[in-house]
């Protein structure tokens, strides 16, 4: 470091001498000498510029370099006998957006303790944790500088979107063909209707038929008015009938395209538009079926629902489930497995993740924004879910159901 110092002082001194006698002398230069000593003084600023910037950089390699010295000192990661000296060992790479800090395991009794720094590291850093990933030989603990920016819903004239892919804000982009399908759990008030509500409106711009299940007859129950009855179901029987009507369109849409066969084609490419069922609050329909009759409906529907998360993204049928609390009697973890997005809004208990993201299940940290929580997307690259920030409501700025009319042919 010392080095450094003296190298940039000195040019810094030679910089300055040269633009004061440039200044004072330049009438007296010949002019043959006047462009190589411009030259010459852009050459120092180059110089003086880069040493500047590579001392800049040492001084933070060299504050991390202490900072970790502290942090494994504080936290007890090394082990001093009279023969012996062993210590945790941890790599900092800083990027614009970006600090990871890679512990390595060493076959030692620090391991254990190196999966579970999450707490300190975080309070060290003064960022949130991203992301952890687990590894034979190494930890590596991802923190974001600059968090992505949240989605801000507002009023639009009537658009129409040929793109499947939406942006669900916070830095993710959802695209149904690559992967299917959605959950979305969390409890009461933590932000499931707004969320889906956005959803439906990004699915009209794309022409999607929407299909709605809501056994609890609540604010997207109340869309019939405006989806009409066929397409919204709020009782057991009816929401069998949306069920048959969304699966038949399935299989037609198959036997249609198989008679167009062509190799590594989708919906898409036949021309057709997404279908999506948008199934509200599952739990509350399972627990409906109490007696023989009612246990056959939610039979159907389950029977139904599993065909198309299975079966449906070929043919470009998709189902949204949503619930308050999810159980192995909600979805099997099977068909969990099958949602391509899975999203867990508000606080949730380490068992609930565990229920929404299985083996992706983050590491809990306190949700205070409303409309926050975790979001785990198939194949986007994360093991763990991350956090997310789902599309902020004001409802001074935007009014659902004006958007929604926008989209509705109503006579
Ligand atoms: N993305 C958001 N932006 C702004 N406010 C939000 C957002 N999400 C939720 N809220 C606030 O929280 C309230 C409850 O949200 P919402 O009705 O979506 O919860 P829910 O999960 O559907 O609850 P329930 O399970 O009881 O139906 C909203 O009325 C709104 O005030
Ligand atoms: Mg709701």
Redesign the pocket.
């Known amino acids: 470091m010392p080095n450094f110092k003296k190298k940039l002082s000195s040019l810094s001194l030679i910089w300055v001498a040269f633009i004061v006698l440039l200044f004072f002398f330049s009438f007296a230069i010949h002019n043959i000498l006047i462009l190589p000593s411009w030259l010459f003084l852009f050459y120092l600023s180059g110089k003086i510029f880069r040493i500047r910037r590579e001392f800049k950089n040492n001084v933070s390699r060299w504050n991390n370099f202490l900072m970790i010295q502290e942090f494994i000192i504080n936290n007890g990661l090394y082990k001093e006998t009279s023969d012996v000296f062993l210590s945790a060992v941890f790599t900092i790479s800083e990027s614009e957006n970006e600090i990871i800090i890679t512990a390595c395991k060493m076959g030692n009794f620090l391991d254990s303790k190196l999966e579970h720094l999450d707490l300190e590291l975080s309070a060290l850093f003064n960022l949130p944790l991203e992301e952890k990933i687990i590894r034979p030989v190494i930890v590596e603990y991802k923190f974001i500088i600059e968090p992505p920016e949240r989605l801000v819903l507002k009023s639009s004239s009537k658009e129409t979107i040929d793109d499947l892919e939406i942006n669900l804000g916070y830095g993710v982009k959802y695209n149904p063909v690559t992967c299917p399908h959605i959950l979305v759990a ?1 409890g ?8 889906i509500s956005f959803l439906i409106l990004e699915l009209l711009k794309r022409g999607s038929t929407i299909y709605i299940a809501d056994p609890k007859n ?2 997207l129950g109340s869309l019939s008015y405006y989806l009409g009855d066929e397409r919204v179901a709020t009782n057991p029987n009816n929401i069998a009938r949306i069920i048959r009507l969304a699966v038949t369109e399935m299989y037609e849409r198959y036997s249609e395209m198989r008679e167009k066969f062509k190799y590594g084609t989708n919906f898409n490419d036949h021309g057709y538009k997404t279908i999506w069922l948008i199934f509200d609050e599952m739990g509350a329909f399972l627990a409906s079926g109490t007696d023989k009759n009612s246990k056959a409906v939610v039979n159907e529907v389950m029977d139904g629902i599993k065909q198309i998360i299975l079966l449906g993204r070929q043919a470009g049928v998709f189902v949204l489930i949503s619930a ?1 609390q999810m159980s192995a009697n909600t979805l099997n973890t099977d068909l969990r497995d099958n949602l391509g997005l899975r999203i867990a ?1 508000g606080q949730n208990s380490n068992e609930g993740y565990r229920m929404v993201f299985g083996s992706a299940t983050p590491e809990p940290q306190p949700i205070e924004i ?2 926050s929580g975790f979001l785990f997307k198939q194949g986007a690259g994360k093991e763990t879910a991350q956090y997310w920030e ?4 004001d409802t001074h700025q935007f009014d659902f159901i004006n958007e929604l009319k926008l989209y509705i042919d109503k006579e």
């Open positions: 969390g009461t008030g933590s932000g499931k209707s707004v969320f609540s604010d308050q809004l409303k409309g789902s599309p902020f409501l």
